[in-house]
């Protein structure tokens, strides 16, 4: 009888032991692929420096007779709904005569800045408010004392505190593949009041349809009835 109670008791620690034995080779793992993962995630973003390094250094090494260039921007801090205006972008290479800020068009307080371009420059402005003409992004190239300037119509086509944004990216060509390096963005609040007038324009035929045509017909059947009192 001892020995089968012994037997037991033998069986019962060698499964217990087998368990924990699992248990820590399961651990193990799930720490292993933990590691892995941090690893594959730090070495993507240390190859994305590595690689935007290379470009600020080509920009110094290929780019000196434009660099350091001066660059502003006109954006509206007010605007009215529905009414369009012009937004400037411009940028003045090292050498070009003036201040970047002259023949900007539109009438926003200018804000001005210093920094590294390249000899292409691709420029966008977008604002989830605004119907923004040209969309697309649109790319410029650059000479040395010879300033250039992106320029768009926007129309708010909502009230309130609004935000625009201007994205520039310098293209450089690497191993013949043009490659984008983006800047950081430019971003304005703009506050958008309502404009009757604009609205009208806009909606004319909801308010022809609610208030001039019922008037008309009210007017046509007055003066019917007029006519067919007369003797």
């Not at 009888?1 to 620690?13: D, F, G, H, P």
């Not at 594959?40 to 000196?64: D, H, I, K, P, W």
């Not at 502003?72 to 801090?77: D, E, F, G, Q």
Request: hydrophobic content about 40%.
């Amino acid at each position: 009888m001892r020995r089968t109670w012994l037997r037991w008791i033998v069986a019962v620690l060698l499964v217990a032991s087998c368990k924990k034995e699992e248990s820590t080779v399961t651990l193990d793992t799930a720490v292993s692929d933990t590691g892995t993962t941090a690893m594959t995630t730090t070495t993507t973003g240390t190859v994305a420096q590595t690689n935007e390094a290379r470009f600020r250094e080509q920009l110094a090494r290929e780019y000196g007779d434009l660099n350091p260039a001066q660059q502003a921007w006109n954006p509206p801090a007010k605007a009215q709904l529905y009414k369009r205006q012009l937004v400037t972008y411009r940028i003045a290479p090292k050498g070009a005569p003036g201040s970047v800020t002259e023949n900007m068009l539109g009438t926003g307080t200018p804000q001005t800045w210093q920094g590294n371009i390249s000899a292409r420059v691709k420029a966008q402005l977008t604002g989830p408010a605004f119907d923004i003409e040209p969309k697309e992004a649109i790319v410029h190239p650059l000479a040395p004392g010879q300033a250039v300037a992106w320029t768009w119509w926007i129309t708010p086509n909502e009230t309130g505190a609004q935000l625009l944004q201007l994205k520039t990216s310098l293209v450089l060509n690497v191993g013949g593949t043009d490659q984008d390096l983006p800047e950081p963005p430019r971003v304005q609040r703009v506050d958008v009041a309502f404009n009757l007038a604009g609205w009208a324009k806009i909606h004319w035929q909801l308010i022809a349809t609610s208030i001039f045509i019922p008037l008309g017909g009210w007017a046509c059947k007055e003066l019917w009835q007029r006519l067919r009192k007369k003797p």
